[in-house]
């Protein structure tokens, strides 16, 4: 019997693993996101933020967009996110528990935020209704990828050695402890 309802599901173009792969990345972000606004700790909240993208890119390699997932990790793990612990690290912001973190309209965000989503969930249910999306061949990224990703690794992970030398060598100069 269940055999025959997965042949019915893959006949009519619905992939259930990849079904079930979203739900279970998606769940994972959503929860790091909540752990970004909840925790009173600067440095957990950047390293929740990284969840949270490194979901976006599992989504992306689930999506069969391995380039934008790659540069995702590159740009926005790799760069955004060592940024922000820079930026911590050089305002000399105290490490550990900060108290005071909320305001007291944090109230009003909730049905805000609920509202929000309503509409938006409204908004791509109605756009998207009951179509399926159909399997595409590799776009022109695989081109893009393989010519920036090909000849010039090297020089791109040389001058991110250069980038990340310079940034702890601003942070050794700024900090007189």
């Known amino acids: 019997m269940s055999g025959t309802i997965a042949t019915v599901l893959a006949a009519d173009g619905i992939n259930v693993a990849k079904n079930?792969?979203?739900?279970?990345?998606?769940?994972a972000m959503?929860?790091?996101?909540?752990?970004?606004?909840?925790?009173?700790?600067?440095?957990?909240?950047?390293?929740w933020l990284v969840v949270v993208l490194g979901g976006v890119a599992a989504q992306y390699i689930l999506a069969a967009a391995e380039f934008?997932?790659?540069?995702?990790?590159?740009?926005?793990?790799?760069?955004?996110t060592v940024l922000f612990l820079f930026g911590i690290m050089l305002?000399?912001?105290?490490?550990g528990t900060?108290?005071?973190?909320?305001?007291?309209?944090?109230?009003?965000?909730?049905?805000?935020?609920?509202?929000?989503?309503?509409v938006v969930g409204w908004a791509v249910l109605d756009y998207t209704g009951d179509d399926v999306i159909a399997n595409q061949a590799p776009t022109p990224t695989v081109l893009l990828s393989d010519a920036y990703l090909g000849p010039y690794l090297v020089p791109f992970?040389?001058?991110?050695?250069?980038?990340?030398?310079?940034?702890i060598g601003?942070?050794?100069i700024a900090r007189k402890d």
Do not use: E
């Open 20 to 27: 079930v792969g979203f739900g279970i990345i998606a769940f």
């Open 30 to 47: 959503i929860f790091a996101a909540l752990c970004v606004v909840a925790t009173k700790n600067v440095v957990h909240a950047a390293l």
């Open 68 to 80: 934008v997932a790659i540069s995702q990790v590159l740009v926005y793990i790799g760069a955004v």
């Open 91 to 95: 305002t000399r912001a105290r490490i």
């Open 98 to 118: 900060d108290i005071g973190l909320f305001n007291s309209g944090w109230a009003l965000g909730i049905p805000v935020a609920a509202l929000l989503l309503g």
């Open 157 to 167: 992970l040389a001058l991110s050695f250069v980038l990340l030398a310079a940034a």
């Open 170 to 172: 601003a942070i050794v």
